[in-house]
């Protein structure tokens, strides 16, 4: 604890008589400093304690009192002490009494007492507290420093709790909480994750403070890792502001936390290797192979349906592949699932388990992230239908197909199942195809332009009558030898025969595709 002017008064060697402000000896004294100038303010920092014998001020003018201990009080001065026998033989009472209008402790201060002695009490204790608060810092250092390297995160924080007489909470890169001490902090720290959002958005390291409703908590949060994104976060409560020895505690926390984070992502980037290796054994048909790379870490889940999962993004840092990576993984770290999480250059592919928490993740994040799509922030994701080790290739291709349809429609996400369940009129909006019905169809429009007859509408009506004759004419209000007639003049323009079903089929795609919407 600081020096507070109560324990000066009980300083045996001291001597010191309160003489006003009893209520108010429990505040700390930054310093003990003498003065003899009329307004001794300009040189106050605030919170000493001001020495004085008098020697330039009336003291027995009441009005002067007044003025002189208000400007003291109003400067942050936390006490006023007078030596008696000096200039006045006792303390004048307008001093007193402007003393106790003020609220501002005065103490008597015997003549045998020198200021000097004051003076080294207060350095000395300053000093005291200074040392017991580095020794305390280094004894909860070495405690954080044995529990950072017994294993988890959980043994560091119920120390670092204990040291801040609050609590301490870890988050993972998605502000999702991964721990926290006690047990009672978990739900105060999970009403902290937009906060932990907003700082995972400022460049590392980062830190903030948040002020929690009325009679709660102060909240320090700290963002944690050496790169660009921070890959974790630390929250720190209190009832108030950190002294020195809890501020040695948090400083020692954060280096430690960074260090294993650090750690776990080298352990990542390995992992990933290992990832790459078994997807590359995987598509190229060897699951036996595969199963024998991936051991324990990756076994469990080729034992399953998985899915795979291609996305791409259109942002050159990568922010959006690597928030796709980071939900993936942090879903899948809290439901105790695995997933496979292989960057391939400008593309992530993702290997996770059917209808697992990390295939739901990354469908909500590209959902997400539609809604607030930017130009230069494009997510595409592309999903294949479930599948197992020896049909990994195919689902991959049916994760690529997805991405591209994905991409032409303009989507975020799209299912390979879900392409199947639908029409393929969709497919035919792009500008290649548009381009080759138009190409296909434009002699015959041309025809039609000159008023010679309507061979469009009327091979459109043969077309969707699967050739029948008599069914297409009553369609068109025309005699069947006249639509015979002008189906022979559309094999002559366009040089093809309607025998053909490839002829055919063409022909129709290429009328839907330039349909008016």
Request: aromatic content about 4%; glycine content about 8%.
């Amino acid at each position: 604890m600081p020096p507070t002017l109560a324990s000066l008064v009980h300083h045996s060697a001291l001597k010191l008589t309160v003489r006003a402000g009893e209520d108010r000896l429990d505040v700390p004294v930054r310093w003990a400093h003498a003065s003899e100038l009329a307004d001794p303010v300009p040189y106050m920092e605030g919170g000493e304690l001001l020495l004085i014998t008098a020697l330039k001020l009336d003291a027995e003018d009441r009005e002067a009192m007044r003025r002189y201990v208000r400007r003291l009080a109003g400067a942050g001065v936390v006490g006023l002490g007078f030596a008696v026998g000096v200039h006045y033989e006792d303390i004048p009472e307008a001093l007193v009494d402007a003393a106790r209008a003020e609220g501002l402790p005065l103490l008597e201060v015997p003549r045998r007492t020198p200021f000097l002695a004051i003076s080294k009490a207060v350095s000395a204790a300053i000093a005291a507290d200074q040392y017991r608060a580095v020794t305390a810092g280094f004894a909860a250092q070495r405690e954080l420093t044995r529990q950072a390297l017994a294993g988890g995160p959980e043994g560091l924080l119920t120390v670092l709790a204990a040291q801040v007489d609050g609590w301490a909470a870890l988050y993972d890169a998605s502000g999702a909480v991964v721990a926290a001490a006690p047990e009672w902090a978990v739900r105060r720290a999970a009403r902290l994750t937009p906060d932990v959002t907003r700082l995972r958005e400022r460049p590392a390291p980062a830190s903030s403070v948040v002020a929690g409703p009325e009679h709660e908590d102060r909240v320090e949060l700290h963002s944690l890792g050496t790169g660009k994104r921070p890959r974790a976060a630390l929250a720190v409560g209190t009832a108030a502001a950190l002294g020195t020895a809890e501020r040695y505690a948090v400083h020692s926390a954060i280096a430690l936390l960074t260090l294993t984070t650090e750690r776990s992502r080298s352990l990542h980037a390995a992992e990933q290797r290992i990832g790459a290796a078994v997807l590359r054994m995987l598509l190229a048909g060897e699951p036996d192979h595969a199963r024998a790379v991936a051991g324990d870490l990756y076994g469990g889940l080729l034992d399953a349906p998985f899915r795979i999962i291609v996305a791409a993004g259109a942002d050159a840092s990568g922010d959006a592949l690597g928030a796709l990576a980071e939900a993936a993984e942090s879903a899948a770290a809290h439901s105790g699932e695995v997933v496979l999480v292989v960057p391939e250059g400008d593309r992530l592919v993702v290997l996770a388990t059917d209808g697992g928490a990390a295939v739901a993740a990354c469908r909500d994040h590209a959902t997400a992230r539609e809604a607030a799509r930017r130009a230069d922030d494009e997510l595409v994701v592309g999903l294949s239908a479930p599948a197992g080790p020896i049909a990994a290739s195919t689902a991959y291709k049916q994760a690529e197909q997805a991405l591209s349809v994905a991409r032409r429609r303009g989507r975020a996400l799209v299912e390979h199942e879900h392409m199947a369940a639908g029409s393929v009129l969709p497919l035919l909006a792009d500008d290649a195809v548009r381009a080759f019905a138009d190409g296909l169809l434009r002699a015959l429009r041309e025809h039609d332009a000159t008023g010679r007859g309507d061979l469009v509408a009327s091979l459109r009506a043969w077309l969707s009558r699967h050739g029948q004759w008599d069914a297409a004419a009553a369609d068109l209000g025309v005699h069947r030898h006249t639509l015979r007639y002008r189906m022979r003049r559309v094999e002559e323009i366009l040089g093809r025969s309607l025998d053909d079903p490839d002829t055919r089929m063409e022909l129709w795609l290429a009328l839907k595709a330039t349909a008016p919407e």
